[in-house]
C-alpha cells in the first residue's frame, strides 16, 4: 500500500457498514478518488470534519487494490454554511453531482476543482443561488470543451436569425425557425437569454453582482443550459429531483 497527500473536495457519500462511509472526492491533481473513511459514523471520530459533505480538505491517502482509504484529513474550508441552508445545500448537491459526472478517475482536471471551489466559495457567501448555478454550468461547459454555439447564425444552415432563435441541445447551439422544424426538441429563446449567455461565458464570478436578471431571463437560461448538460451526460441526476422539491415550495 502507498501513502500519498492531496487536497480535495467531498463530492459524495454513501454508508458502508455500520460506522465507515465511501467518499467520492475531485482532488487537486488526481481526479475523482473514491475512498473510504474509517469510522466516521461513530462520535467523535478524528475524521469526520474533514469528511464531510462539500469539505474542502487535505487529505492522506493510503492507495488500495479496489478503494482508497483515508488517514489524515485535516479541513481547509468546511462550508459549513452551505449545509445549514436547505436551499444552498440542494443547489450544491447538484453541483457536486454535476461536478462528479464530467471529472474522471485517476484523470486530473485542475480546472474543473478551482471552478467548484471558486462556485462553493460564491454560493455560501452570496444570496442569488441560481445566479451562480447558472454561472458553473456556463463554465463547466467550457472547462470541458462543450461550449454551446451561441450565435446570430443557424449552427445547422448558417442563415442569419432575425427574428426568432430556437436552442437545440442536439445541434450544439443556436438554430432558426426553418431548421427548428426537423428538431422536435429544440424550443424557443429570447435575444436577451442569448445575451446573458455570452455574457456569462466572458464574464468572471467577482463580475455577477453588476448582472441584473429578471427571473424569465434566469429561467431560460437554466432552461438552455440544463438541456444542454442533460443531453451530454443523458441521465437526469438524482439531486435534481431534490432541487425540483425544494423550488415547489
Ligand atoms: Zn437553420
Known amino acids: 500500500m502507498s501513502l500519498y497527500t492531496t487536497e480535495g473536495i467531498v463530492l459524495k457519500h454513501r454508508s458502508m457498514g455500520e460506522a465507515d462511509k465511501v467518499l467520492t472526492i475531485i482532488t487537486r491533481d488526481g481526479g475523482k478518488v473514491r475512498a473510504v473513511a474509517s469510522g466516521v459514523k461513530r462520535p467523535r471520530n478524528r475524521l469526520?470534519?474533514?469528511?464531510?459533505?462539500?469539505?474542502?480538505?487535505?487529505?492522506?491517502?493510503?492507495?488500495?487494490?479496489?478503494?482508497?482509504?483515508?488517514?489524515q484529513?485535516?479541513?481547509?474550508?468546511?462550508?459549513?454554511?452551505?449545509?445549514?441552508?436547505?436551499?444552498?445545500?440542494?443547489?450544491?448537491?447538484?453541483?457536486?453531482?454535476?461536478?462528479?459526472?464530467?471529472?474522471?478517475?485517476g484523470i486530473s482536471n485542475p480546472h474543473l476543482f478551482f471552478l467548484l471551489l471558486k462556485t462553493l466559495y460564491n454560493l455560501e457567501k452570496e444570496d442569488d443561488v441560481e445566479l451562480i448555478t447558472c454561472m458553473f454550468e456556463t463554465k463547466l461547459?467550457?472547462?470541458?470543451?462543450?461550449?454551446?454555439?451561441?450565435?446570430?447564425?443557424?449552427?445547422?444552415?448558417g442563415d442569419s436569425i432575425v427574428a426568432q432563435p430556437f436552442f437545440s441541445a442536439r445541434e450544439g447551439g443556436v438554430i432558426c425557425k426553418k431548421c427548428?422544424?426537423?428538431?422536435t426538441s429544440s424550443f424557443k429563446v429570447?435575444?436577451?437569454?442569448?445575451?446573458?449567455?455570452?455574457?456569462?461565458?466572458?464574464?468572471?464570478?467577482?463580475?455577477?453582482?453588476?448582472?441584473?436578471?429578471?427571473?424569465?431571463?434566469?429561467?431560460?437560461?437554466?432552461q438552455i443550459l440544463m438541456s444542454f448538460l442533460m443531453y451530454h451526460i443523458d441521465k437526469k441526476l438524482k439531486s435534481m429531483y431534490f432541487l425540483d422539491k425544494i423550488m415547489e415550495n
Open 180 to 183: 427548428a422544424v426537423k428538431d
Open 48 to 71: 469526520t470534519g474533514g469528511t464531510q459533505l462539500f469539505t474542502y480538505s487535505d487529505f492522506l491517502i493510503f492507495s488500495g487494490k479496489n478503494l482508497d482509504r483515508i488517514s
Open 141 to 157: 461547459l467550457l472547462v470541458s470543451g462543450l461550449c454551446p454555439h451561441i450565435d446570430k447564425h443557424c449552427i445547422v444552415c
Open 190 to 222: 429570447s435575444l436577451e437569454t442569448l445575451k446573458t449567455l455570452n455574457t456569462l461565458l466572458r464574464i468572471k464570478f467577482k463580475a455577477l453582482k453588476g448582472l441584473n436578471l429578471t427571473k424569465k431571463e434566469k429561467k431560460e437560461t437554466r
Open 73 to 105: 484529513c485535516e479541513i481547509k474550508h468546511s462550508f459549513r454554511k452551505i449545509r445549514e441552508d436547505l436551499y444552498k445545500f440542494a443547489y450544491a448537491s447538484y453541483i457536486a453531482e454535476l461536478t462528479s459526472e464530467f471529472v474522471m478517475e
